[in-house]
Antibody, heavy 116, light 111 residues
Framework: EVQLVQSGAEVKKPGESLRISCTAS????????IGWVRQLPGKGLESMGI????????RYSPSFQGQVTISADKSISTAYLHFSSLRASDTAIYYC?????????WGQGTLVTVSS | QSVLTQPPSASGTPGQRVTISCSGS????????VNWYQQLPGTAPRLLVY???QRPSGVPDRFSGSKSGTSASLAISGLQSEDEADYYC????????????FGSGTKVTVL
């Protein structure tokens, strides 16, 4: 069974850094892209970017280029979303998903709250 | 704002048919397959329809998708109370909007 398990909820202060994780199981991690999605409170889904764990090829959506860093560690089948300096506007739920020309398996989501 | 445009809301009574539209452009829907996702309140999205009109195993055949030109549609026939959710279309995008874009989302209410 394909599973994507994300790290737990985080509460951070503005300016702090954060890395959230997405650990895959049940399939060959290096064979499929992994995408990240942001959902602001009460809002819709926004694609942030994708990574191919096999060679770490990464593509960012224009709105998120330079704002976050997506990476992967294929030795532990885990993808990451990194924020170098959080802002209150980063408060959201973040999801990872496996891409097979469609995003067919999703993580449970990680709630990130940024507040002073 | 979203690259793909959906109506913000749709509604129907149990048993009715509801249709949700998704409008894009030649760089996404016009040249790429469309996928649809359902997000029940407080849960992660799940894949509902892929490659315009294919259903993953476990998705009831009440849900059907179609595409024509730069637009796509999701139809829910025999609407049920458990279908009350947010629905999103999505597609890969070959322009600077990419790589993957979601629609603005449609809230379906069962009256």
């Amino acid at each position: 069974e394909v599973q994507l398990v994300q790290s737990g909820a985080e509460v951070k202060k503005p300016g702090e850094s954060l890395r959230i994780s997405c650990t895959a199981s049940g399939y060959i991690f290096t064979n499929f892209w992994i995408g990240w999605v942001r959902q602001l409170p009460g809002k819709g889904l926004e694609s942030m970017g994708i990574i191919y764990p096999g060679d770490s090829d990464t593509r960012y959506s224009p709105s998120f280029q330079g704002q976050v860093t997506i990476s992967a560690d294929k030795s532990i089948s885990t993808a990451y979303l990194h924020f170098s300096s959080l802002r209150a506007s980063d408060t959201a739920i973040y999801y990872c998903a496996r891409d097979r020309q469609r995003w067919d398996s999703w993580g449970q989501g990680t709630l990130v709250t940024v507040s002073s | 704002q979203s690259v793909l445009t959906q109506p913000p809301s749709a509604s129907g009574t149990p048993g009715q048919r509801v249709t949700i539209s998704c409008s894009g452009s030649s760089s996404n829907i016009g040249s790429r397959p469309v996928n649809w996702y359902q997000q029940l309140p407080g849960t992660a999205p799940r894949l509902l329809v892929y490659s315009n009109n294919q259903r993953p195993s476990g998705v009831p055949d009440r849900f059907s998708g179609s595409k024509s030109g730069t637009s796509a549609s999701l139809a829910i026939s025999g609407l049920q109370s458990e279908d009350e959710a947010d629905y999103y279309c999505a597609a890969w995008d070959a322009s600077l909007n990419g790589p993957y874009v979601f629609g603005s989302g449609t809230k379906v209410t069962v009256l």
